[in-house]
């Protein structure tokens, strides 16, 4: 009970240094901004202006997303040691693991509220332009919203013993590879070289393949999506999470704050 | 009337940093060990880069000792559930900017399992304690160096622990903000609560500390009472004559005696032992005693024989409070 009185009191006070964060509000305003652009964009064209409409904000909402899940994520844990934060925190009574388990649930907390509102906008707009927002919409966005959990996993991993800069570049490198890697694996099932081929699966089997969060096209085409299609990812996107986390842990319980 | 027991433990602390490429070890305390008793204010003294923040960081668990074992309140400093009891104040202590000293007492307070219905209580409480309610719902960006260590120190103390530690609390303060925190601390031992506290500052361990430890490179050179330093057998008494005949002057001149001469008046420091024969001297040969003033060692002489001493040479003190300990 104690345990989870000090995770919720760590993850509200991180959700709250969001909400103070000028530097959020400025991301999500363009974010927001992007999102009624896709109406404008939508004009230039005289065919499947929904579409455009809805494939230029749901690209919106996931890339502005994962940039505030990397551009926060990887200084979650090292401002804190950085600034020496931690050392007032960790002579409290709360173990490393519980403070770095609130830390990650504060900062998804906040982006699953910047997602929702986004979301919303994005909502509006459609309804404004006279666009669909029906439930493959919603799919879509709660898949965007586990993505971001896993993005914010690997980057509070990295944040919890590099610096910011070789943070940020690794998050993005394992995002970007993340995202190619289903493509990948297709490659080399299709190639002949078996090196090439048992390379391409090893990648796509260690790393999170990010591709399996996107529901953009069949939202925006109005495909059909099956339970699978959604409780399948969220399922996969636990799993890692708590491999990151474990991971995250073991190594912060072994460092020493000098 | 009761032993005070033993509330912090430090037995063979060892701790190795390693460094550059090759991982090359430095040792930052090699085998330290001292005992913290119960209702005392403990001082520990060092130069810097002796080991005092270190050994601190060890006891709060922020690094891992390399060999040797300490515990608080007879818990491995490893664990955390025990550390509701203890209190930390850390050098140049960091808050969150963002929020109000309120808010952030109210965060400390949730963390250290204070119960939801006091948080509130004891959070205006420790503002109240430390002269902080008139900036109670400022944001801590807009504090001065003196207020967040004021914040430092009711944060330390919003869940009324048994055993604080402090490091460096007077660093940075003015002296009004030093003579504060000296009140404060000599309060908390009112109150029947241990305090332990990494300092520089000599003249404040002399007035505040009941025990003190000299670290010096890693190793501790002195441990005891405070009065057991400062009267360590080692005592001089300051000596001021006046129609000092000139043949007896030159004699103590030779003995290394005479520290000041001013026309018909002579300042000597004896050693306390000589103060008999050299007084009797004095007065057989006519001259005039004009004022006699044991001078004690200060903490600061003692500290600087302690730094300047070789690696290999602890004080029989420091020996005798160590065979104590085993």
Request: with cysteine.
């Amino acid at each position: 009970m104690n345990a989870l009185r000090s995770i919720l009191t760590i993850a509200g006070n991180t959700v709250r240094e969001a909400i103070r964060s000028r530097v959020l509000y400025t991301l999500l305003f363009f974010a927001l901004l992007l999102i009624a652009t896709g109406s404008l964009l939508s004009t230039l064209s005289y065919v499947e202006r929904e579409r455009i409409l809805q494939d230029v904000g749901l690209a919106a909402i996931r890339i502005f997303g994962v940039a505030i899940a990397i551009f926060v994520g990887i200084g979650l844990i090292h401002r804190e040691v950085d600034r020496r934060t931690i050392y007032t925190i960790l002579s409290k009574p709360i173990s490393r693991t519980q403070f770095l388990v609130g830390k990650y649930l504060g900062l998804v907390a906040t982006l699953w509220l910047q997602l929702a509102i986004m979301g919303a906008a994005f909502a509006a707009v459609s309804w404004l332009s006279g666009a669909r927002f029906d439930a493959g919409h919603l799919a879509a966005l709660l898949l965007a919203g586990a993505e971001l959990a896993v993005i914010v996993g690997v980057a509070t991993l990295f944040s919890s013993f590099t610096t910011p800069m070789l943070a940020s570049l690794f998050t993005t490198g394992l995002w970007a590879i993340g995202h190619l890697s289903r493509d990948l694996r297709e490659l080399g099932l299709q190639s002949e070289d078996a090196v090439f081929r048992g390379l391409a699966q090893t990648i796509h089997r260690v790393l999170p393949d990010l591709s399996a969060f996107d529901l953009t096209s069949q939202a925006v085409h109005g495909l059909p999506i099956a339970a699978s299609d959604v409780w399948l990812p969220l399922a996969y996107a636990t799993g890692w999470v708590v491999i990151l986390l474990a991971t995250a842990s073991i190594v912060f319980e072994r460092r020493d704050f000098r | 009337m009761t032993e005070a027991r033993d509330v912090v433990t430090v037995d063979g602390l060892e701790k190795d940093f390693r460094v550059g490429l090759l991982g090359r070890r430095k040792p930052a305390l090699a085998g330290i060990s001292f005992r913290v008793r119960s209702g005392e204010i403990f001082g520990f003294v060092g130069p810097n880069g002796a080991g005092k923040t270190t050994t601190l960081k060890v006891l709060m668990g922020l690094i891992r000792p390399s060999a040797g074992h300490a515990t608080i309140l007879g818990h491995g400093v490893g664990e955390s559930a025990f550390r509701r009891q203890i209190g930390f104040l850390p050098e140049n202590p960091y808050f969150y900017e963002f929020l109000t000293g309120r808010e952030i007492l109210r965060f400390y307070a949730r963390l250290s399992g204070v119960p939801r219905g006091e948080v509130e209580r004891r959070a205006a409480l420790l503002l109240d304690w430390v002269g902080l309610s008139h900036a109670a719902d400022a944001r801590l960006r807009t504090y001065s160096k003196g207020m967040l260590q004021r914040t430092g120190i009711a944060q330390a103390l919003v869940h009324d622990p048994q055993v604080v530690f402090l490091d460096e609390p007077m660093s940075g303060l003015d002296p009004i903000g030093r003579k504060e925190i000296r009140d404060l601390v000599l309060r908390l031992r009112e109150e029947g609560k241990t305090v332990f506290m990494n300092t520089h500052i000599l003249s404040d361990v002399e007035s505040v500390c009941d025990r003190v430890a000299i670290i010096v490179k890693g190793r501790i050179r002195y441990e005891g009472a405070t009065h057991d330093f400062l009267d360590d057998g080692e005592s001089e008494c300051d000596l001021v004559l006046r129609s000092l005949p000139a043949e007896l002057g030159a004699r103590f001149s030779e003995a290394g005696f005479v520290r000041r001469g001013l026309g018909d008046r002579v300042e000597l420091r004896v050693h306390e032992k000589e103060v008999a024969d050299v007084l009797q001297a004095c007065l057989t040969a006519g001259a005039r005693v004009v004022a006699v003033t044991p001078h004690r060692r200060s903490l600061e002489e003692i500290f600087l024989s302690a730094v300047a001493a070789p690696d290999a040479a602890p004080t029989s003190q420091a020996g005798r409070a160590g065979e104590g300990h085993r």
